[in-house]
């Protein structure tokens, strides 16, 4: 059964910081572009971060994270992980974990391009 389980959301203070997993298993890991998404109430899915296959040699970041965040991979351990840091109170939303086979030297950025998906984990920012 494939499944990418989330963990590491909760409540934390602005500037404070939260460490997310997303676990993979049924499917060969190492083979996928990982990437996290996030939704807030009433607004749609948006782009957080992606990782390339493999190695994880490529990242690529949305301007509202970039320097703040890193994402990261271990494929020993079927792993992704978000790093995020001086967190503000619009990075508030539930995140998701979401997988796709990379085709293209390009990361993808769009939902649609992700085939794979978790439950997601809420994260909330108080000011």
């Known amino acids: 059964q494939v499944q990418l389980v989330e963990s590491g959301g909760g409540l934390v203070q602005a500037g404070g910081s939260l460490r997310l997993s997303c676990t993979a298993s049924?499917?060969?890991?190492?083979?996928?572009?990982m990437a996290w998404f996030r939704q807030a109430p009433e607004k749609e899915r948006e782009f957080v971060a992606a990782?390339?296959?493999?190695?994880?040699?490529?990242?690529y970041y949305a301007d509202s994270v970039k320097g703040r965040c890193t994402i990261s991979r271990d494929n020993a351990k079927n792993t992704v992980y978000l790093q995020m840091n001086s967190l503000k109170p619009e990075d508030s939303a539930v995140y998701y974990c979401?997988?796709?086979?990379?085709?293209?030297?390009?990361?993808?950025?769009?939902?649609?391009?992700?085939?794979?998906w978790g439950q997601g984990t809420q994260v909330t920012v108080s000011s």
């Open positions: 979401a997988g796709t086979i990379q085709t293209s030297a390009d990361l993808r950025t769009t939902p649609h391009n992700y085939d794979l």
């Open positions: 049924g499917f060969t890991f190492s083979r996928y572009a």
């Open positions: 990782i390339s296959w493999w190695s994880g040699s490529s990242t």
